[in-house]
């Protein structure tokens, strides 16, 4: 790896900072957002755990080759503790605070606009909860391979209070890197599809030099678990509320639901999805949970599709 080469962006993105909710949060933009339209909505999209906005670069420069989206306005967001967006002093990270930062960045990004919003794994999570309460915002929503969580029971919150509080007295951190062929090799060995050019291009959005060392654009606190339990009762109450159509993408060979231990299947997951009034699902062959880096040209057709189809009233 030390000869290969990176990953030079057809469509180089303009990066900016946005003042929300206390915190300089760092959005990356494709395209000039003020020509956004009803028919043609600002493409919002939100990255997933341990990832950063950055890693939407390959899907886009695929996206801009499909018609009608050579010069849509697009925008990837850091969340709060991620890439280049602050941390904020905190012990752990709640979805709560990610919809108040997705909801603020909205208001600036496209006030009083609806957008096209597109979230992948945490991210996608976080979008169809938002969706849930914020549907009048959304025109059409994509979740990549944002599952969910295996559901939990009351008796459980006590134990995850008391690892919660043992958790947060010992202080977190990331390990670091000689190189930055070293963090391409770990992006790599966390997801083995993922192309070399695109492993070094990454890799230097997905960490930064200091000093001598490589180190991680993550706060360390976001490998602390959040107390709170998942309460899938709730979670249903949200997606019976969506109002906007939403498209699933998933990948053939993702392992997500290996991680679980059989507490949480697809089958589960096909269940609570039905509670969503517009839905479909789609499935990328030769694909991961990072379907976005293992087919970004896959996945750009089934996103353009999905976002250019006619409204209902007009099939």
């Known amino acids: 790896m030390p ?4 990953y030079v962006p057809v469509h180089p993105a303009e990066s900016r900072f946005l003042p929300v909710r206390g915190l300089q949060h760092h959005v990356l933009v494709w395209g000039d957002t003020s020509q956004a339209t009803p028919e043609q909505p600002l493409l919002v999209m939100a990255h997933g755990w341990m990832d950063v906005g950055a890693s939407f670069q390959f899907m886009v420069d695929a996206l801009r080759q499909q018609p009608g989206w050579e010069d849509r306005p697009i ?4 969340w709060r503790g991620f890439g280049l967006t602050d941390c904020p002093n905190t012990d752990s990270y709640f979805f709560a605070d990610y919809l108040g930062d997705l909801d603020a960045l909205l208001d600036q990004l496209a006030p009083g606009q609806k957008v096209d919003l597109l979230g992948h794994s945490m991210g996608g999570n976080v979008v169809m909860l938002y969706a849930g309460v914020r549907s009048d915002r959304i ?9 969910g969580l295996p559901a939990t029971e009351a008796d459980e919150a006590p134990e995850r209070y008391i690892k919660w509080l043992d958790e947060i007295k010992t202080p977190n951190k990331l390990k670091d890197y000689a190189t930055v062929e070293d963090v391409a090799k770990r992006l790599q060995a966390n997801n083995p599809r993922l192309r070399e050019p695109f492993a070094m291009w990454l890799a230097r959005h997905w960490a930064r030099q200091d000093g001598e060392r490589w180190v991680i654009n993550a706060d360390a606190a976001h490998k602390r678990p959040q107390p709170f339990l998942y309460r899938v009762e709730e979670v249903r109450a949200f997606l019976m509320r969506i109002q906007c159509p939403v498209l699933f993408v998933e990948g053939s060979e993702t392992l997500y639901f290996m991680f679980f231990g059989g507490k949480f299947t697809h089958e589960e997951f096909r269940e609570r999805i039905k509670l969503v009034p517009d839905f479909r699902l789609e499935t990328i062959k030769e694909a991961g949970h990072m379907l976005h880096h293992d087919q970004p040209e896959e996945l750009a057709v089934h996103i353009a599709r999905f ?9």
Do not use: M, Y
């Open 3 to 6: 000869n290969a080469q990176a």
């Open 75 to 78: 925008v990837a967001i850091d």
């Open 139 to 147: 025109h059409r929503l994509i979740n990549l391979e944002g599952f």
């Open 307 to 315: 976002l250019q189809a006619p409204e209902p009233s007009a099939a």
